[in-house]
C-alpha cells in the first residue's frame, strides 16, 4: 500500500474489511461479501452499543439514513444516483460502497463529452482481431461489463456530462441486465451475474448540461446528498482528512484548532455572502465545499511544513485560502478583497486572536496576485 499514491478503499481498509468479514453472521445479498448491517458500520464506523471487540473507524460523515438508502437500493436490481454538489463526498461514498460490497471500487468509467458507448460497452484489441478475427478473446470489456460478469458494483462518475447516446445505452444495462455482441456468431451476450449494480455520480450544478431522460431516471433511486453545514460535522471531516494527509506525507505538523475555528468560519461566512448575492458575478465561482476546505489547509500545511518553520500560522492558511479560491481575476480577488475589508478587518479589532494576522495575510496575498 505505500508504494501506492493514493491506495482504493478495499487496499487501504483490507484489514478492517477482512475482520468485518470474518465476524459477519449477517444475511447477504447475492454475492456480498459483508451483509448490509456490516456495510453500513464499515462506512459510519462503531459505537459502544455495537459491542465489537475492536473500534471500527468512521470514513464518510454525514445522514446514515443517506448510507442505508444507498444500501438497500444496491440490494434491489435499481441503480443508484447519488447527486449534489461539488466537493459533498458523493464519490467517496460510491467508492467505500463497493469496497465494502465486492472488494472493488476501481471498475469505473469517467463521465465527460468525449465518454463514447464502448467506454460503458466494450471495445476491441485491433492487432488481435487482425491477426484472428473477433472473439471473446480480442474483445475488450469496459469496465461496466466486468462488474457485470463478475457479480460487482460498476461505478459511472459524472452521469450528467455524458451525451444522450451513452445514457441511452445505460438505459438497455440496467434494465434488461445483458449487453449483446452482434460482431460474434456465437457467445454473443453477456449476462450480468447476481450482484450486479451501477453507483452513478451526478453534480446538481451540471443540471440541463445533459438531463438525464425519464427513462435513465426511473432505473435509479435517487440519494441526495446535501452541502455540510453542521460544523461539529464539518470539524470532524476536515480533521479526519488533514490526520490522512500528514499521515501519508509524514509529516509532524500541529493543526491548532483555533486555526481550525478561522478556516470554518472564513467558509462560513463566504457562504452567507454568496446565498445574498445578487447575481454570479458577485459569487466566488468556488461551490465553497468542505472538499475545498480540506483542500486550502492541505496547502497550507505543506507549504507550511516545506517553505514555513515546520509550523502553522494565520498568515499561511489566509495565503492558501485566497490562491485556491481566487480562480478568476479580477472577479474572485473582488470578493475576497470585500470580504477580508468588511468581515475580516471588524472582527480582527473585535476579537484579536488569529484572525490580525490572517487579515494581514490574506491582504498580502491579494496584493501579490493583483
Given at each position: ?91 467517496w461514498?460510491?467508492e ?18 468525449g ?51 451513452v ?28 450482484g450486479f ?66 478556516l470554518?468560519q ?25 472538499a ?19 509550523a ?59
Amino acid at each position: 500500500m505505500s508504494d501506492l499514491l493514493r491506495a482504493p478503499a478495499e487496499i487501504k481498509y483490507a484489514e478492517e474489511l477482512e475482520w468485518l468479514e470474518s465476524i459477519d453472521d449477517n444475511p447477504k445479498p447475492f454475492s456480498w461479501r459483508l451483509s448490509p448491517k456490516m456495510v453500513r458500520l464499515f462506512i459510519l464506523g462503531s459505537e459502544r452499543s455495537d459491542g465489537l471487540d475492536r473500534e471500527i473507524s468512521q470514513k464518510w460523515y454525514g445522514d446514515r439514513s443517506f448510507v442505508e438508502r444507498s444500501i438497500v437500493t444496491l440490494a434491489s436490481d435499481r441503480g443508484l444516483l447519488l447527486i449534489g454538489d461539488p466537493g459533498t463526498g458523493k464519490s467517496w461514498l460510491a467508492e467505500l460502497l463497493s469496497a465494502a460490497i465486492c472488494r472493488n471500487s476501481t471498475l469505473v468509467v469517467q463521465g465527460t463529452a468525449g465518454t463514447t458507448e464502448d467506454h460503458i460497452k466494450y471495445s476491441w484489441n485491433v492487432s488481435m482481431v487482425i491477426a484472428k478475427g473477433q472473439s471473446r478473446e480480442s474483445m475488450i470489456p469496459s469496465p461496466i461489463m466486468t462488474a457485470m460478469e463478475s457479480g460487482a458494483i460498476g461505478r459511472f462518475e459524472e452521469l450528467t456530462r455524458s451525451t444522450s447516446d451513452v445514457q441511452d445505452a445505460l438505459i438497455s444495462i440496467l434494465s434488461e441486465k445483458y449487453i449483446s455482441v452482434p460482431e460474434l456468431d456465437s457467445d454473443s451476450i453477456v449476462f450480468a451475474k447476481p450482484g450486479f449494480s451501477i453507483i452513478a455520480t451526478a453534480n446538481s450544478r451540471d443540471r440541463g448540461v445533459n438531463d438525464l431522460s425519464s427513462a435513465l431516471k426511473r432505473r435509479f433511486n435517487f440519494v441526495r446528498i446535501p452541502v455540510v453545514t453542521n460544523k461539529k460535522s464539518e470539524v470532524e471531516i476536515v480533521r479526519f482528512r488533514t490526520e490522512e494527509l500528514l499521515r501519508r506525507h509524514q509529516i509532524e505538523l500541529e493543526v491548532p484548532p483555533t486555526l481550525l475555528d478561522v478556516l470554518l468560519q472564513s467558509f462560513a461566512d463566504l457562504r452567507a455572502s454568496a446565498a445574498a448575492a445578487g447575481s454570479d458575478d458577485e459569487k466566488l465561482e468556488s461551490a465553497l465545499s468542505t472538499a475545498e476546505q480540506i483542500g486550502v489547509l492541505e496547502d497550507a500545511v505543506l507549504h507550511s511544513n516545506f517553505f514555513g518553520e515546520r509550523a502553522l500560522t494565520a498568515r499561511t492558511l489566509a495565503s492558501s485560502l485566497v490562491g485556491s479560491l481566487a480562480r478568476r481575476e479580477p472577479e474572485d480577488l473582488a470578493i475576497l478583497n470585500k470580504y477580508l475589508h468588511g468581515v475580516v478587518e471588524p472582527r480582527s479589532k473585535e476579537e484579536g486572536g488569529s484572525w490580525p494576522e490572517f487579515l494581514e495575510g490574506g491582504r498580502d496575498a491579494i496584493a501579490t496576485l493583483s
